[in-house]
């Protein structure tokens, strides 16, 4: 098993940014790649970023440029980069992991306030 910790979320201006992190522990040389989703209030989980193990990256389309993804440590820790936030992507931001057995699992996610 693999359990996700994620952490950094807060409340921020328009326009400000803020770097999440994704930590992982258990079962951590089973990870093949690491996602980014993100929910707001009544809307559907969107994915925002992903990383896998061989370095390849991926950034929602409405998002490059701002957002940046990256790891340390093989993908024990992820982090997602924001910068330029706007007040519709206040939203709970989570990680999850795909695992060479095909499991996936998901952190609790972290809150993300945009506002003024």
């Known amino acids: 098993q693999v359990q996700l910790v994620e952490s950094g979320g807060g409340l921020l201006q328009p326009g400000g940014s803020l770097r999440l992190s994704c930590a992982a522990s258990?079962?951590?040389?089973?990870?093949?790649?690491i996602f980014w989703y993100r929910q707001a209030s009544g809307k559907e989980r969107e994915l925002v970023a992903s990383i896998t193990l061989g370095g390849f990256r991926n950034v929602a389309d409405s998002m490059k440029g701002r957002f940046t993804i990256s790891s340390v440590d093989g993908l024990k820790t992820v982090y997602l980069q924001m910068n330029s936030l706007k007040p519709e992507e206040t939203a709970v931001y989570y990680c999850?992991?795909?695992?060479?057995?095909?499991?996936?699992?998901w952190g609790q996610g972290t809150q993300v306030t945009v506002s003024s």
């Open positions: 258990g079962s951590t040389s089973k990870i093949a790649t």
């Open positions: 999850r992991s795909f695992i060479t057995s095909g499991q996936n699992y």
